[in-house]
């Protein structure tokens, strides 16, 4: 009796410093979501004071909307290619700075700093660069290559160039994170496997990349959460054109709700994309308990 006393006394003494963290998620986020479900069932430009009911029927416009599809496709691609290349590089990277580097700290920073750089201060730099008038073209102009720098403005490149900003921009993150799981690996295990005759590369495919298992886990969730809500790079650089080639869910979500006013739909979509986002989450995780078994 007395220990059920001593255990609810902790429980309640920990309740306070709980609750503001229970609040915020209950009464922001998970209102926020209900709320959001409910807009997916009307007809509203989030003006009128009249709402018409729908139903399902923003659903099924949005499962008949080619551009939904597109955006969708666009969002596969986008992580496939950006999670593949900029997990590669940040562990090259890792690798190559946990061997004796010489200003090993001024490559890290130079390798993080895209980062932590504001995409509304990045995107005009690289629209400017990728542009017809822009530095690039001066510089094939200058060397006389021919080339005429109009990449944005083509649906079958301007995807891959904000492919190339995206993996320029998070190749920083993958690197710093396995740059710590790699600091984690016991080095009693390389010297082990360098006493075996092991060579460099063996060991960093038969070593260092199992144990970084967790690690490359936890990049392909956040990548595919984070394609799934990609949104100011594309609409900062290309607005999601040309005729929709990097239109994106979150860039026309915008375009719906709020340049058309066509509130219910946008809610639609908001809930079809927190759906993928689980389902990618979830697949991922199973992925990895599949794994270890």
């Avoid at 890290?108 to 995107?123: H, Q, R, S, Y």
């Avoid at 083509?154 to 690197?175: C, E, K, N, Y």
């Avoid at 006013?261 to 308990?289: E, T």
């Amino acid at each position: 009796m007395e220990k059920n006393n001593i255990s609810r006394s902790t429980t309640m003494n920990g309740l306070p410093w709980i609750l503001p963290a229970f609040i915020f998620v209950a009464g922001l986020i998970y209102y926020s979501i209900f709320y959001t479900f409910k807009l997916s069932t009307l007809d509203w430009n989030g003006l009128d004071p009249i709402q018409t009911t729908v139903g399902m029927s923003n659903y099924d416009k949005a499962l008949s909307d080619w551009i939904f599809w597109k955006a969708i496709k666009n969002t596969v691609v986008f992580f496939l290619v950006t999670f593949l290349i900029q997990n590669f590089l940040g562990f090259i990277f890792a690798a190559i700075l946990h061997s004796e580097v010489k200003l090993a700290t001024l490559h890290k920073c130079l390798i993080f700093i895209p980062t932590i750089l504001a995409p509304a201060t990045m995107a005009p730099v690289f629209r400017l660069l990728f542009s017809p008038q822009g530095m690039l073209q001066d510089l094939f102009d200058t060397l006389h290559l021919g080339i005429t720098v109009d990449w944005l403005a083509r649906p079958d490149s301007a995807l891959f160039i904000l492919m190339i900003v995206t993996i320029w921009q998070f190749t920083g993150m993958s690197f710093i994170l396995y740059y710590a799981a790699m600091s984690q690996i016991d080095k009693e295990m390389l010297e082990a496997s360098h006493l075996d005759g092991a060579s460099k590369f063996r060991t960093l495919l038969s070593i260092v990349l199992p144990n970084c298992k967790s690690t490359t886990i936890s990049l392909a969730m956040l990548g595919i959460i984070g394609s799934l809500k990609t949104f100011d790079v594309p609409y900062l650089i290309t607005t999601g054109g040309p005729n929709h080639a990097t239109e994106f869910l979150g860039t026309y979500i915008f375009k719906q709700g709020i340049k058309q006013s066509h509130l219910g739909y946008a809610a639609a979509i908001s809930v079809m994309l927190l759906i993928l986002a689980i389902c990618g989450a979830i697949l991922v995780n199973r992925a990895n308990k599949g794994g270890e078994k």
